[in-house]
């Protein structure tokens, strides 16, 4: 049982940080949407239009790490008894 929780535990470390970095790695906090500059093509003129996109910032990696720090550390609570021969 031991084993499982700190395989779960590592898994998750793993795929929150590649998912984090995967998506711009934002050392900010978690945004619903991203500012894109447009320039209008016969005027010139920049205007700045809001695109729906989940960036995920600092406080998701760092809620997903200490999920992973807690399984791994219940990991203890649950050790293996030895067998005996």
Aim: hydrophobic content about 50%; proline content about 4%.
């Amino acid at each position: 049982m031991s084993n499982i929780l700190r395989i779960i535990a590592l898994v998750l470390a793993l795929a929150a940080a590649g998912t984090w970095l995967a998506t711009g790695a934002n050392r900010g906090w978690t945004k619903t949407s991203v500012p894109v500059k447009t320039v209008d093509e016969i005027t010139g003129i920049e205007a700045v239009n809001y695109e729906r996109r989940f960036v995920p910032g600092l406080e998701f990696l760092g809620a997903a790490l200490l999920g992973a720090s807690l399984l791994a550390g219940a990991s203890f609570l649950f050790r293996d008894k030895p067998t005996t021969t």
